[in-house]
């Protein structure tokens, strides 16, 4: 035992004999190559090896000398027509002959018909379809020999035969051939095999298609074979190797899916057959305008692409619902996914007169609502509309110069893109407008793992308090942004300074309220209702009324409160008001604080196009004519038409008046008089 500074180990045991078996160069050299044949010195002519051919000694020439004259262009320098053709003859015998030779010279054969350097003098490939129909040529060679007078004649088909009626995948015959495996012409062959299988396929040709495709190692060749596979097989394909194999690469929602680059004919037939919805587009347009390439052509920052996929992913739970979309993008965008090679549908249009502020907008059709996702910008919002008639039209159809025009049109939701806002958008979904995501959402997409988990009853997990705060804050600023954009619409335009306050703190009041924050909510629905918001008397009436401890005089707040809501058309608070008989003022039509009709905008007005709608806006049209003038004198100078109704009276009726009137007397005269005098007063009064 070895000892150093307290470690022990043992000593390493050394063999006791070391030795070399020696051997002598005769022997060394007979173990090498012993059994191999050594070129002649001097080397022969190929003269001389055709003739040792015909004599039936070929065995005698070694593997050296034969590569030496199919390599050698030297050797066939002097030949006229007829004796090359015999030197051919006489090579090819001994090529199919030769095991060890004919492996080697087919090999580098199959080289120089791909266009890779090679050696082989060009006429022994030129002379190969001679060879085929010589008698008793073995499969091997035979079949080498059909495999690269294909590739001479770029007959994809006849490969794709070869390998159909071995039911090999390519790659595999070509090793199995002891051919060249880096061959370019394989990028031909993909389409081709799917072509040659019959039009009724059994489990084995679904076997060899999808083995077929796992031997394809470029995604374009996959692509290839997956669209000629759905084009002729999809309707006849059940639960076999290759519905499989569809579902795992095509479809949209898989790993590594190949949706993205197939024919649009393929995409609507797996659509067809997988119930597939239109969400994919937008996934499509979202992940080319996320890429490197995509941030860097449109100047997308990092927090942007952040969005922009949180959305798409967001809106992936409820991919089933999606109905009828459209994309509108700037120019720039467009031109873009263009030259990038995105293929867009139809639903896909341009900003027709684009302004700073002009960014990509995804347009949706989900159940009873429509949804409009203004991807960037300085308040890129989701705005909900009702799934009218009248929206769906002027949103799915209609032209746009701008998002400003989109902006103009009332909607009945607008959502922020801000911390959390997955948590607070699902719960509005779920409990206002009755949608649920897809039926097996189990984990919500979009959101970090540990807070995914879904519940269709419950919804999402409840946020973080730290997060909550942190949304308090943003939301701020937010509310501010957004409200000085919609002041700048139409329908905002024209409200005073204290009217547009009031949506403001009624915005304000509402966020306090989704992040549980009753003091807030509280302060912000007074000002708001003392501003002149409708909604936030409304609230404000029901919340005193409803309150846990409240006395009478806080009940008679409530309900004046509830009765100026009703006077200014509230309809919640007409309804309340009628039920629990508080006494409030008919309103107006126009109430001050409902946005008018702009009439000089006329772009944004489109035409009714049913008889009912007419009749609406026609009556809007006069309520507001009748408020606009109702205050307006008639000048004295205007010219007064009147039309008094009168009786047609005949000669009889005349002359009946005439006989009785002959009879009054005085007296009858002088009351009659007097009650007509008193009927004119009364009527002109």
């Known amino acids: 035992m070895?000892?150093?500074?307290?470690?022990?180990?043992?000593?390493?045991?050394?063999?006791?004999?070391?030795?070399?078996?020696?051997?002598?160069?005769?022997?060394?050299?007979?173990?090498?190559?012993?059994?191999?044949?050594?070129?002649?010195?001097?080397?022969?002519?190929?003269?001389?090896?055709?003739?040792?051919?015909?004599?039936?000694r070929s065995h005698e020439i070694?593997?050296?000398?034969?590569?030496?004259?199919?390599?050698?262009?030297?050797?066939?320098?002097?030949?006229?027509?007829?004796?090359?053709a015999n030197a051919c003859r006489a090579i090819w015998l001994a090529i199919c002959t030769n095991d060890t030779l004919g492996n080697i010279a087919f090999f580098k054969a199959g080289l120089a018909i791909d266009g890779r350097p090679s050696t082989v003098v060009k006429p022994l490939l030129e002379s190969m379809d001679i060879v085929r129909g010589v008698p008793g040529l073995n499969e091997l060679d035979a079949s080498r020999i059909d495999w690269l007078n294909a590739v001479k004649r770029k007959d994809w088909n006849a490969l794709a035969a070869m390998c159909f009626d071995r039911l090999l995948p390519p790659r595999v015959l070509v090793k199995k051939l002891m051919l060249p495996n880096a061959n370019t012409y394989l990028q031909h062959i993909p389409e081709y095999l799917v072509n040659c299988a019959p039009r009724s396929i059994d489990d084995n040709?679904?076997?060899?298609?999808?083995?077929?495709?796992?031997?394809?190692?470029?995604?374009?060749?996959?692509?290839?074979?997956?669209?000629?596979?759905?084009?002729?097989?999809?309707?006849?394909?059940?639960?076999?190797?290759?519905?499989?194999?569809?579902?795992?690469?095509?479809?949209?929602?898989?790993?590594?899916?190949?949706?993205?680059?197939?024919?649009?004919?393929?995409?609507?037939?797996?659509?067809?057959?997988?119930?597939?919805?239109?969400?994919?587009?937008?996934?499509?347009?979202?992940?080319?305008?996320?890429?490197?390439?995509?941030?860097?052509?449109?100047?997308?920052?990092?927090?942007?692409?952040?969005?922009?996929?949180?959305?798409?992913?967001?809106?992936s739970n409820y991919s089933e619902q999606f109905n009828r979309t459209r994309v509108i993008l700037p120019q720039a965008t467009l031109n873009y996914l263009q030259e990038d090679g995105v293929r867009l549908s139809n639903q896909v249009s341009t900003f027709s007169n684009e302004s700073e502020d002009c960014a990509e907008v995804f347009i949706f059709e989900l159940e009873r609502i429509l949804v409009v996702e203004i991807l960037r910008g300085e308040v890129s919002e989701t705005r909900i509309f009702k799934n009218s008639e009248w929206n769906a039209k002027r949103l799915l159809d209609g032209d746009f110069n701008c998002i400003g025009d989109i902006r103009e049109l009332p909607q009945t939701e607008v959502h922020d893109h801000l911390i959390v806002w997955q948590y607070f958008c699902e719960k509005l979904l779920r409990t206002k407008f009755k949608i649920k995501p897809n039926a097996n959402v189990k984990y919500f997409a979009g959101i970090p793992k540990s807070v995914s988990a879904y519940s269709h009853d419950k919804g999402l997990q409840h946020p973080d308090k730290m997060y909550l705060a942190e949304r308090a804050e943003q939301l701020e600023q937010w509310v501010e942004i957004f409200w000085r954009h919609e002041f700048k619409t139409s329908k905002y335009g024209q409200q005073s300074g204290l009217q547009q306050k009031s949506n403001l703190y009624l915005t304000k009041a509402q966020m306090a309220k989704q992040l549980g924050n009753q003091a807030d909510y509280e302060l912000f629905i007074k000002k708001a209702a003392n501003q002149g918001s409708s909604e936030a008397m409304w609230q404000l009436g029901k919340n005193m009324l409803l309150a846990s401890r409240n006395d009478a005089t806080q009940r008679k707040y409530g309900e004046d409160w509830i009765a100026k809501a009703a006077s200014k058309g509230h309809l919640e608070a007409i309804e309340t008001a009628n039920k629990f008989r508080i006494t409030f003022t008919p309103h107006s039509p126009l109430s001050a604080d409902t946005p008018k009709l702009n009439v000089t905008n006329k772009s944004n007005v489109s035409k009714p196009s049913s008889k009912e709608e007419w009749d609406e806006r026609?009556?809007?049209?006069?309520?507001?004519?009748?408020?606009?003038?109702?205050?307006?004198?008639?000048?004295?100078?205007?010219?007064?038409?009147?039309?008094?109704?009168?009786?047609?009276?005949?000669?009889?009726?005349?002359?009946?008046?005439?006989?009785?009137?002959?009879?009054?007397?005085?007296?009858?005269?002088?009351?009659?008089?007097?009650?007509?005098?008193q009927y004119l007063r009364k009527k002109h009064k």
């Open 205 to 315: 040709i679904e076997g060899w298609l999808s083995q077929c495709f796992h031997s394809l190692k470029v995604t374009r060749q996959q692509v290839v074979f997956c669209d000629a596979l759905i084009t002729q097989y999809l309707d006849r394909l059940y639960r076999g190797e290759c519905k499989v194999l569809l579902e795992d690469m095509c479809l949209p929602d898989s790993d590594q899916t190949l949706w993205y680059e197939l024919t649009d004919a393929s995409q609507a037939k797996l659509k067809q057959t997988f119930g597939l919805s239109n969400y994919y587009e937008l996934s499509t347009i979202s992940r080319a305008l996320c890429s490197e390439r995509g941030a860097i052509a449109l100047d997308i920052d990092e927090k942007e692409q952040k969005q922009i996929r949180s959305r798409t992913s967001f809106w």
């Open 62 to 84: 070694s593997i050296l000398e034969w590569l030496d004259v199919v390599e050698n262009e030297q050797h066939w320098i002097g030949f006229n027509d007829q004796k090359v």
């Open 618 to 677: 026609n009556r809007e049209r006069s309520q507001y004519l009748k408020e606009k003038y109702k205050d307006k004198k008639t000048p004295d100078n205007a010219v007064k038409v009147t039309y008094k109704k009168t009786r047609n009276y005949t000669s009889d009726d005349n002359q009946g008046l005439r006989d009785r009137a002959k009879h009054f007397s005085k007296s009858e005269w002088t009351s009659k008089n007097r009650e007509r005098s």
């Open 2 to 56: 070895s000892v150093n500074k307290g470690f022990s180990f043992s000593a390493p045991k050394v063999a006791t004999e070391n030795s070399i078996e020696r051997l002598s160069f005769d022997d060394f050299f007979e173990m090498s190559v012993a059994g191999d044949l050594l070129p002649a010195f001097p080397p022969r002519s190929l003269q001389q090896l055709i003739t040792l051919v015909d004599e039936g």
